[in-house]
């Protein structure tokens, strides 16, 4: 009996031990092992990535302190979608900019929170990795203080940035993701710079024309080929105005679209009364499915936009010297928006 007790006190003391000594150094390991997962997908999402471009497009310009990686670009996207952003959480950035619109939204003009009509016509964000400037009138010089305006706007989001980053500190999700992406708590830095990271990944550059470009002669059909050589031709005058392989110099014209502007355009940063009237050349890209135009979004059709510029526009002392009456015929009008279709991507 001695011996049958003693065998039990000794099993139950080995498992005692056991359970004492073995299975935290288990645990450890389990949790060690998961901590050392954790920290490597951190450090894989913090290295930075080459972004994905279409054929024949020029690297962008990107400020050393934002360059793309993965968590900055998740944090960015995430924000970009999240009405956390507005006073009243109802308007996020892709709430005038909707992918399946091609980022635009297809409005004359924005509606902000409560309702508010914008004052411009919000256009496509592809390819906004190229410009030297953002906004109509070139207001805001750089893609990281790109997203300060909407929120500050009046008739758009309405908000302080200094209180939507209170927001994001009190977030469950934010912190974290914000220490991932720039190794800090949420911040007008980081949070400006995450949006920026996000909107460098929108390009624009599978259209047939491109594979027409590419040297496959039947991906343009012969009224594409017509009105692609009228675009590119001094008859035309298109490519000017709309250059390079984003189809936009970036430069700001008075294009005649009104003798009285409601809106004084450039002249509104500049304080030039020589650029009154004038703003920025938009991206052709995607024309046919990024309507209405102009940056009022008083033109619902391509048919009106060639009409307007086969007639030389409206007379006004700032009107660019390259608008001038082409006197189109139909077929040529046709022939041109017929290309302006074929700049749409696949």
Same mark, same amino acid.
């Given at each position: 009996?001695?011996?049958?007790?003693?065998?039990?006190?000794?099993?139950?003391?080995?498992?005692?031990?056991?359970?004492?000594?073995?299975i935290?150094c288990?645990?450890?390991l389990?949790?060690?092992?998961?901590? !050392?997962?954790?920290?490597?997908?951190?450090?894989?999402?913090?290295?930075?990535?080459?972004?994905?471009?279409?054929?024949?497009f020029?690297? *962008? @310009?990107?400020?050393?302190?934002?360059?793309?990686?993965q968590?900055?670009?998740?944090l960015?996207?995430?924000l970009?979608?999240?009405?956390?952003?507005?006073?009243?959480s109802?308007?996020?950035c892709?709430?005038?900019?909707? *992918?399946d619109?091609? =980022?635009?939204?297809?409005?004359?003009?924005?509606?902000?929170?409560?309702g508010r009509?914008g004052?411009?016509? %919000?256009?496509?964000?592809?390819?906004? %990795?190229y410009q030297?400037s953002?906004?109509?009138?070139?207001?805001?010089?750089?893609?990281? #203080?790109?997203?300060? /305006?909407?929120?500050?706007?009046h008739?758009?989001?309405?908000f302080?940035?200094?209180?939507?980053?209170e927001?994001?500190?009190?977030?469950?999700?934010?912190?974290?993701?914000?220490q991932?992406a720039?190794?800090q708590e949420?911040?007008?830095?980081?949070?400006?710079? /995450?949006?920026?990271?996000f909107?460098?990944?929108?390009?624009?550059?599978?259209?047939?024309? !491109?594979?027409?470009s590419d040297?496959?002669?039947? /991906?343009?059909?012969p009224?594409?080929?017509?009105?692609?050589?009228?675009?590119?031709?001094?008859?035309g005058?298109?490519?000017?105005?709309?250059?390079?392989?984003?189809?936009t110099?970036?430069? =700001?014209?008075?294009?005649?679209?009104?003798?009285?502007? /409601?809106?004084?355009?450039r %002249?509104?940063?500049?304080?030039n009364p020589?650029?009154?009237g004038?703003?920025?050349v938009?991206?052709?890209?995607?024309?046919?499915k990024?309507?209405p135009?102009?940056?009022?979004g008083?033109?619902?059709?391509?048919?009106?936009?060639?009409?307007?510029?086969?007639?030389?526009?409206?007379?006004?002392?700032?009107?660019s010297?390259?608008? #001038?009456?082409?006197?189109?015929?139909?077929?040529?009008? @046709?022939?041109?928006?017929? =290309?302006?279709?074929?700049?749409?991507?696949?």
């Open positions: 009996m001695r011996s049958l007790a003693f065998s039990y006190g000794y099993h139950f003391v080995a498992v005692r031990n056991y359970f004492i000594y073995y935290p288990v645990l450890l389990l949790t060690s092992c998961k901590k !050392d997962k954790e920290d490597e997908a951190i450090e894989k999402g913090n290295m930075v990535i080459t972004l994905q471009l279409p054929k024949g020029l690297y *962008p @310009d990107i400020p050393p302190d934002n360059l793309p990686t968590n900055r670009i998740e960015g996207k995430l970009f979608f999240d009405p956390i952003l507005s006073r009243d109802t308007i996020s892709g709430t005038c900019h909707l *992918p619109k091609l =980022f635009a939204d297809k409005l004359p003009k924005s509606i902000g929170i409560e009509i004052e411009r016509n %919000a256009p496509s964000l592809l390819n906004v %990795a030297p953002l906004f109509w009138d070139g207001g805001n010089p750089t893609l990281e #203080q790109q997203v300060l /305006a909407p929120i500050d706007n008739n758009e989001m309405d302080d940035v200094n209180k939507v980053v927001r994001l500190k009190k977030h469950a999700q934010y912190p974290l993701l914000f991932k720039y190794n949420p911040s007008v830095y980081a949070l400006t710079r /995450a949006i920026a990271c909107e460098r990944t929108l390009y624009g550059g599978s259209s047939a024309y !491109d594979e027409y040297k496959k002669p039947n /991906a343009l059909t009224s594409q080929i017509n009105g692609m050589n009228l675009f590119f031709g001094e008859e005058e298109c490519f000017h105005c709309h250059t390079g392989f984003t189809f110099d970036n430069s =700001f014209r008075n294009n005649g679209l009104y003798q009285v502007y /409601a809106d004084s355009g %002249a509104r940063i500049t304080q020589s650029d009154i004038k703003f920025k938009p991206s052709l890209r995607n024309v046919e990024t309507s135009y102009m940056h009022d008083s033109m619902a059709t391509l048919e009106e936009v060639i009409d307007h510029y086969s007639k030389g526009g409206h007379k006004h002392p700032n009107k010297p390259i608008i #001038q009456p082409l006197n189109l015929t139909d077929q040529q009008k @046709d022939d041109l928006i017929s =290309f302006l279709k074929a700049l749409t991507d696949r």
